[in-house]
């Protein structure tokens, strides 16, 4: 199979796989979600270490460990990604699936603000259109649910700030995942064994088959992350800019045909505001990649030595 089909092909798994997530953190009720998410902390470096550990890769280890500075970007990370994994599971099992999707709906926008606020990024007028629209969006929303969606703003915001950490620190996905997991892994232990000392740990007090559920949190946590990093070098950004958007409407389809949430009229115009600011985003993200890739042809083809012709 070509390198580009298959990173395709693991670029819908990942997103799929984060698409259902919705479906999974109920099944860990009656555990709460700080409980859940410090599992999810602990089984997730088991199973990063365990891959590590079959690869026999962990030369880069000393070379990371010489560098402060990318040390401090990934412990934000960690810090960032713990607040965004935190708040989703929540809203999950709180009952707010639609809101959460949302959230993974407005990220895209909240991305692009961060590049002009923070890297100084410039913004083309369709840009600056569906940032416009997404706002606009927010604003609805916020009148439909009488409160700022926080729960998607938390979302958008920490899933937006983990990325612009992640490409700071440049590390591979896989390297990077292990030591956010070892910066989790303290306070996510100390967490456990607080609840085991006080008898609120439900780890162990629910049947066999809830503990594997919660082990399997960190399966759940990886592959997707696995899948995403293998895509990412093999699938044109402009391509998995496309595709980010199974996730967002998988979960949005769990939250109105599973979990029947209330969807009402002035709900469903605040997301077509969003939509629509979607729809305007990719079609000006695809037109640049198409005029980028145009103009790098035609560079190559005016610095390529043409043949010399024959004169006889």
């Not at 590590?52 to 412990?75: D, F, M, N, Y």
């Not at 996730?247 to 979990?259: E, K, S």
Request: proline letters at 5%; glycine letters at 8%; charged letters at 10%.
């Amino acid at each position: 199979m070509p390198d580009a089909r298959r990173g395709v092909l693991l670029g819908i798994a990942a997103y799929i796989m984060w698409g259902l997530f919705p479906l999974y953190w109920p099944l860990l009720k009656p555990s709460g979600a700080i409980e859940i998410l410090a599992h999810r902390m602990v089984w997730s470096l088991v199973i990063v270490v365990l891959l590590l550990s079959v690869r026999r890769h962990w030369s880069w280890l000393r070379e990371i460990a010489g560098q402060p500075a990318k040390l401090a970007l990934l412990t934000l990370a960690a810090v960032v990604v713990t607040v965004n994994w935190g708040t989703y599971i929540y809203a999950v099992n709180a009952g707010h699936v639609v809101e959460s999707a949302l959230g993974y709906f407005i990220n895209p926008l909240v991305s692009v603000l961060f590049g002009v606020v923070l890297l100084r990024e410039r913004l083309r007028p369709l840009q600056w259109t569906a940032v416009g629209f997404g706002a606009l969006a927010v604003l609805v929303l916020t009148l439909d649910y009488g409160r700022l969606p926080w729960v998607a703003l938390t979302l958008a915001v920490s899933f937006g700030l983990y990325g612009l950490v992640k490409k700071q620190a440049n590390v591979a996905a896989t390297e990077s995942f292990a030591i956010e997991t070892m910066v989790l892994l303290l306070p996510a232990l100390g967490y456990l064994i607080y609840l085991q000392a006080g008898g609120g740990t439900t780890f162990g007090h629910a049947g066999a088959g809830h503990v594997l559920l919660m082990v399997g949190a960190g399966a759940i946590t990886a592959v997707p992350l696995i899948c995403f990093g293998a895509a990412a070098i093999r699938v044109p950004l402009s391509a998995l800019g496309v595709l980010q958007y199974i996730a967002p409407i998988l979960q949005f389809a769990c939250g109105v045909l599973i979990a029947k949430e209330v969807m009402p009229s002035s709900r469903w115009i605040g997301f077509s505001i969003v939509w629509l600011a979607l729809v305007i985003f990719t079609y000006d993200g695809l037109r640049a990649a198409r005029t980028s890739a145009r103009k790098t042809r035609k560079r190559v083809a005016l610095e390529t030595p043409q043949p010399e012709r024959s004169t006889t």
